[in-house]
Structure formats: C-alpha cells, structure tokens
C-alpha cells in the first residue's frame, strides 16, 4: 500500500505500521502526553487510544524506528533540495521531501540507524549565499509534522 495523504488516521496506521511512533496533532501542537515515546515503541494499542478524532495532523517522532528528518528552513528553492538529495546520495524524485507547515522550507525523511552522530538536534547555517537559513538534522527526541497535516 502506498502512503495515504487524503486522511490522517489512515496515515498514521500506516506510518506506525513502517516504524514511526505517531502522534495526533492540532496544527503543530501534539494532542495528549508524548514524551514518553521519545525512547520507546509505541504498541498499536497505545497508538489506537490516541486522540485521532480531534486531529488536524499527524506527528512523527524522529529517532524511533530509524526515522530521521533533515528540517530545511527558509528555503523556497527546489534547486537547494535537489542538492541536498544527490548529496545523501539519494535519486532526484525522492518521494520523501515534504514541503513545511510554514511553507517556507521543506522536510526530507529518511531511514538510518543510530549511531550516536547527532545528540537530538544539530542546526547548520549557511555561510555564503541565501539559498536557505538553516538546516536542522532531527536525529532523536523531535517530532514533525508529515502529511495531510493542516
């Protein structure tokens, strides 16, 4: 089954289903506790006992399940991305790169295991040229937003 982006239920069923502990979300604010899975699996129970009924999103905690997000702000340009994905080594229509809630950057999921490389979140800042502010590896302990959030 592909990744369904036309209801946030069924996207979370099937982005825990892939590993990700999920999380209802009312614009970018995550409804219920959360931090305790942080560093736990979600079980499909806990997952179902979430309150998907007044969501506007779904939520993905980076970390769990290997899901790691690159979090691009400021940056409008798909040129930068395309950049970035050949720099990962990744093919130019990665279906992973999801335009931000701001709409002013972008966010490119991927799968890799921990390696201790990052501790949560490390920022990068470009230092010539305006093709993006910043970049955010959210490596652990962060969730975002995915698709058809609001």
């Not at 799968?111 to 959210?138: K, M, S, Y």
Request: hydrophobic share 35%.
């Amino acid at each position: 089954m592909r990744y369904p982006t036309d209801s946030i239920t069924d996207a979370a069923a099937w982005l825990h289903e892939h590993g990700a502990n999920v999380l209802p979300l009312n614009g970018k604010r995550v409804i219920g506790p959360w931090k305790q899975w942080q560093s736990e699996r979600q079980s499909q129970e806990q997952t179902n006992g979430l309150q998907w009924g007044d969501a506007t999103g779904v939520g993905v905690l980076s970390g769990i399940g290997d899901w790691r997000c690159l979090d691009v702000d400021g940056c409008e340009s798909l040129s930068t991305i395309l950049k970035i994905l050949r720099g990962m080594g990744l093919p130019d229509n990665y279906r992973w790169v999801v335009k931000s809630g701001s709409r002013e950057g972008f966010h490119i999921w991927f799968l890799c295991p921990d390696n201790d490389a990052f501790g949560g979140c490390d920022n990068w800042i470009p230092t010539d040229g305006q093709a993006f502010d910043h970049i955010e590896v959210r490596w652990k302990n962060h969730q975002t937003a995915m698709p058809p959030s609001i």
